[in-house]
């Protein structure tokens, strides 16, 4: 089955706290390097950017199970297609918050210099996601490959 690369970008729930972003992270990272998925998936305290790479059918279940995921919400599809390798490595969970490094990184990718991904191409969107991994993963991001 081909490789593909789906990317979506939606609002954290009202009220999501550190230790539902750490489940999260452990459901991430134990599940996607099992299926062999890889990506990253971005936040801050008001929005979700990810990208999943993987086998069709991998990613398709995946994206299924995650836009019924309570802790988000208004899920937005910004690209979905067939790639000819993985950009990334394995899982990753960089944090998006205003500093003034990523501040410069979503001011490359975007019209101002706030993280506003549910507006974004998928284009600007993989580019900033790919940047953001580079400046700032979290530390406990899987390492592994997949
Ligand atoms: C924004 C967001 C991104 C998520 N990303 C993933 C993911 O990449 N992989 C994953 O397995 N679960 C992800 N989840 C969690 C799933 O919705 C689901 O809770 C989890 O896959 C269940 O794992 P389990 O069957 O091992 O308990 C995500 C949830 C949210 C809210």
């Not at 089955?1 to 009202?14: D, G, K, N, T």
């Not at 067939?82 to 990184?105: H, K, L, Q």
């Not at 210099?113 to 580079?134: R, V, Y």
């Not at 530390?139 to 997949?146: L, Q, V």
Request: hydrophobic letters at 40%.
């Amino acid at each position: 089955m081909a490789l593909h690369r789906l990317i979506y970008a939606s609002y954290v729930a009202p009220g999501l706290n550190a230790a539902e972003i750490d489940e999260i992270m452990a459901a991430s990272a134990r599940n996607n390097k099992k299926r062999f998925v890889t990506g990253a998936l971005a936040f801050d305290r008001k929005y979700f950017l990810q990208c999943l790479e993987g086998e069709h059918q991998a990613i398709n279940d995946l994206y299924n199970v995650v836009i019924r995921d309570e802790r988000h919400h208004s899920v937005v599809l910004l690209d979905f297609r067939m790639v000819e390798r993985r950009a990334f490595n394995s899982w990753m969970m960089p944090y998006a918050g205003s500093t003034e490094a990523n501040s410069r990184i979503f001011f490359r990718y975007s019209g101002t210099d706030q993280f506003e991904p549910l507006t974004m191409s998928g284009g600007c969107a993989f580019g900033l996601l790919q940047e953001l991994e580079q400046a700032n993963a979290h530390p406990n991001s899987s390492d592994g490959g997949a």
